[in-house]
């Protein structure tokens, strides 16, 4: 495993928002990233330029197996596992363990990463709202969202 510390912004925007795409099953399903890498050169390639979208094809690759098997673990990468990691709150308390957040930052997002995911589950289940729009207005309630 070799680690690379530069942080292509462009490829984890784009990381950020298609990684998931592809997911059929949760836990199980360990190939989607792979997929996703799949339907971002399929659907971005003239999108973005050639060096993010390899980058971004690399970041939904690598963000689902462990690190280690990883054969660059870049910035981006960390950044995008470690969010990646913090949405865990939505499959059960015990599926985010803090210690495997790379960053000191991130360690420092996990008490309002649960409260995001509680107060938008709390929301949706009140509201019967699109749960996108639950999680903007949690986001907004909390401090962590704000409107341009």
């Not at 971004?56 to 969010?83: E, F, G, I, R």
Request: aromatic fraction near 8%.
């Amino acid at each position: 495993m070799h680690y690379t510390y530069v942080l292509n912004r462009e490829a984890l925007r784009w990381a950020a928002a298609t990684h998931d795409l592809r997911r059929e099953d949760d836990p199980e399903d360990i190939e989607y990233g792979r997929r996703a890498a799949g339907w971002i050169a399929e659907n971005l390639g003239d999108k973005t330029p050639s060096e993010s979208m390899s980058q971004t094809q690399y970041l939904a690759s690598w963000h689902v197996p462990d690190d280690v098997y990883a054969p660059v673990v870049n910035t981006s990468l960390m950044v995008l596992k470690d969010a990646d990691g913090l949405d865990r709150w939505r499959l059960g308390t015990t599926n985010l363990n803090p210690a495997t957040l790379r960053f000191p930052s991130s360690q420092l997002l996990v008490a309002p990463a649960r409260m995001l995911y509680e107060l938008s589950t709390r929301l949706h289940g009140k509201t019967k709202r699109d749960p996108f729009v639950c999680v903007l207005e949690a986001g907004v309630t909390l401090g962590l969202v704000t409107y341009l």
